[in-house]
């Protein structure tokens, strides 16, 4: 009897599969789209949105054809520990209770980037703590077996007098049975129908908000924001309409009910719009004010162009060697290493910008105390992209005093140092074999023109003291190497005064401009 009820209480785990989106190689526009499942094979497809539509064409197929979900199945969300949507506990923490319940169902989990699609025969408040699960089928609840005392009750004589289930006393005549009671049938209590709690930002929206309009739009623009994350394709218009929609929601919901944070989160959602709707702009190649054709440039942010500002005037006013070649490497090495003082170095690095000696420069840097690297000089040079060379700068590594000279985070400091890998290894400069005062002369121009090209704020042109200190010459070399940009396209109606170097920059190397503001 035991090894029966053993073998009925067996459960079956819920089918899983993920259909993923990889890249073929490293560099190239190529993309796999593969399946878990052990029939299907890998396909390739020339672009990333080829594939995720193939992809999501893959998944669609298997869930047209597939059996619904079963209804009897276990959670295989669970049959891996709720891993994807439980926080593991910390050292000092409990873990978090958590309960399976609902029906079964068939939900689709993706990645926010796009990535991967995975299928789950999972329960429904599993699906419900995903974030981006989307339920594509609901299993129908299995009926339950009747009660025991029903197969009792019919097992009795018709006949008979004498209840099964009633009870007898000493008082009772002998063949009569005491009258049973049949409790009167409750009414059926009415379902209370709870009111949408909308739930958007990491907030949940008061049932009791008022006025009703602005709950309605709260809940609404939540729903809007997970439908959107569920989109295959980005659509920054849309991105940046519904940013705007919160920041004036969030600002009303501030006003009503006096919360600071509100009205911080209402202030950020501007930002965001505004954020988004300029990405839209330059993807689109307009203008923000619809004048005419934006320029593509490298760094698309106005907080991007001043930090690469603060990193220029930084090297200027702690650069540890003198010259122009000094002044170069120091100023690449910092944006290798800007953010945690700590970096990677290779010696195609070096050998990638114009210096006489690279090798004895480095040495200088060491001796000095500047710069720190794991190994030699000579390992330095010769390392591979495959084994590079760690390597750490002091001065800009933060501790609990000093949290660093610079303010950006982890992903802005790789954005910096190739915009000025592409300033200082532009291909008309590399062509002419302009050396490093030049390279120099091309970064300081870069962030020192307004939108248009021109140079100087409001275009009046840039001091000539300030450029020859930045250089790391003589004022009186400056000329040479206004011509020499200018031969390399890079200057256009150039003029140099006693004090000011005026002109703008050429149409073709815009793109790597920071407007001054």
């Known amino acids: 009897?035991?090894?029966?009820?053993?073998?009925?209480?067996?459960?079956?785990?819920?089918?899983?599969?993920?259909?993923?989106?990889?890249?073929v190689g490293r560099g190239r526009a190529d993309v796999r789209v593969s399946c878990s499942r052990p029939a299907c094979a890998a396909q390739a497809l020339p672009s990333?949105?080829?594939?995720?539509?193939?992809?999501?064409?893959?998944?669609?197929?298997?869930?047209?054809?597939?059996?619904?979900?079963?209804?009897?199945?276990y959670c295989a969300c669970r049959a891996e520990e709720c891993h994807t949507h439980i926080r593991p506990a910390g050292p000092r923490e409990r873990p978090a209770p958590w309960r399976c319940g609902g029906a079964v169902v068939l939900a689709v989990v993706t990645d926010r980037a796009g990535r991967w699609w995975r299928v789950m025969e999972c329960c429904s408040r599993c699906a419900a703590a995903h974030p981006t699960a989307k339920v594509v089928a609901t299993a129908p609840v299995p009926d339950r077996p009747?009660?025991?005392?029903?197969?009792?009750?019919?097992?009795?004589?018709?006949?008979s007098t004498v209840s099964a289930v009633s009870p007898h006393f000493s008082h009772s005549a002998p063949g009569t049975a005491a009258p049973q009671q049949?409790?009167?049938?409750?009414?059926?209590?009415?379902?209370?129908?709870?009111?949408?709690?909308?739930?958007?930002?990491?907030?949940?929206?008061?049932?009791?908000?008022?006025?009703?309009?602005?709950?309605?739009?709260?809940?609404?623009?939540?729903?809007?924001?997970?439908?959107?994350?569920?989109?295959?394709?980005?659509?920054?218009?849309?991105?940046?309409?519904?940013?705007?929609?919160?920041?004036?929601?969030?600002?009303?919901?501030?006003?009503?009910?006096?919360?600071?944070?509100?009205?911080?989160?209402?202030?950020?959602a501007e930002q965001a719009a505004a954020t988004a709707r300029l990405q839209h702009l330059h993807r689109i190649g307009q203008a923000p004010d619809g004048d005419g054709p934006a320029v593509a440039r490298l760094l698309t942010a106005p907080a991007q162009w001043d930090h690469a500002r603060a990193?220029?005037?930084?090297?200027?006013?702690?650069?540890?060697?003198?010259?122009?070649?000094?002044?170069?490497?120091?100023?690449?090495?910092?944006?290798?290493t800007a953010q945690s003082g700590v970096g990677n170095l290779v010696?195609?690095?070096?050998?990638?910008?114009?210096?006489?000696?690279?090798?004895?420069?480095?040495?200088?840097?060491?001796?000095?105390?500047?710069?720190?690297?794991?190994?030699t000089v000579d390992e330095l040079i010769?390392?591979?992209?495959?084994?590079?060379?760690?390597?750490?700068?002091?001065?800009?590594?933060?501790?609990?005093?000093?949290?660093?000279?610079?303010?950006?985070?982890?992903?802005?400091?790789?954005?910096?140092?190739?915009?000025?890998?592409?300033?200082?290894?532009?291909?008309?400069?590399?062509?002419?074999?302009?050396?490093?005062?030049v390279r120099l002369l091309a970064l300081a121009l870069a962030t020192g023109a307004d939108a248009d090209g021109q140079l100087g704020p409001q275009g009046q042109g840039i001091g000539l003291k300030a450029l020859a200190s930045w250089c790391a010459i003589d004022p009186g070399g400056l000329p040479e190497l206004v011509d020499r940009l200018t031969a390399a396209d890079w200057l256009?109606?150039?003029?140099?005064?006693?004090?000011?170097?005026?002109g703008r920059l050429t149409e073709r190397v815009l793109p790597l401009g920071c407007p001054l503001s």
């Open 382 to 437: 010769a390392s591979r992209p495959e084994n590079p060379t760690r390597i750490s700068v002091p001065s800009l590594t933060p501790d609990e005093s000093d949290p660093g000279p610079f303010t950006f985070g982890r992903k802005m400091r790789p954005k910096l140092s190739g915009w000025a890998q592409r300033v200082v290894g532009e291909k008309k400069l590399r062509k002419a074999k302009t050396g490093s005062d």
């Open 146 to 159: 009747a009660p025991a005392d029903a197969f009792r009750a019919d097992a009795a004589a018709p006949g």
């Open 492 to 502: 256009t109606e150039a003029a140099v005064t006693d004090t000011l170097l005026t």
């Open 311 to 336: 990193v220029l005037t930084h090297v200027a006013d702690h650069a540890p060697l003198p010259g122009p070649d000094a002044r170069l490497l120091v100023v690449m090495l910092t944006l290798r």
């Open 48 to 73: 990333a949105a080829a594939g995720r539509t193939a992809a999501v064409e893959h998944l669609k197929a298997h869930l047209r054809a597939g059996p619904a979900p079963r209804p009897t199945v």
């Open 182 to 268: 049949v409790p009167v049938p409750r009414s059926a209590r009415p379902t209370r129908q709870r009111a949408r709690r909308g739930r958007i930002a990491q907030r949940f929206v008061p049932h009791d908000l008022r006025p009703v309009s602005l709950r309605d739009e709260l809940t609404e623009l939540g729903e809007l924001f997970r439908a959107y994350q569920q989109r295959a394709e980005p659509d920054l218009e849309v991105l940046a309409d519904l940013h705007a929609r919160k920041a004036k929601a969030f600002s009303t919901w501030a006003e009503v009910t006096a919360d600071t944070g509100l009205r911080l989160d209402a202030q950020r």
């Open 1 to 23: 009897m035991g090894v029966e009820a053993h073998a009925t209480n067996e459960r079956v785990t819920g089918r899983t599969w993920t259909v993923r989106l990889d890249p």
């Open 347 to 375: 010696g195609q690095d070096l050998k990638g910008l114009p210096l006489l000696d690279a090798e004895h420069l480095v040495g200088q840097l060491v001796e000095c105390g500047w710069l720190s690297i794991a190994g």
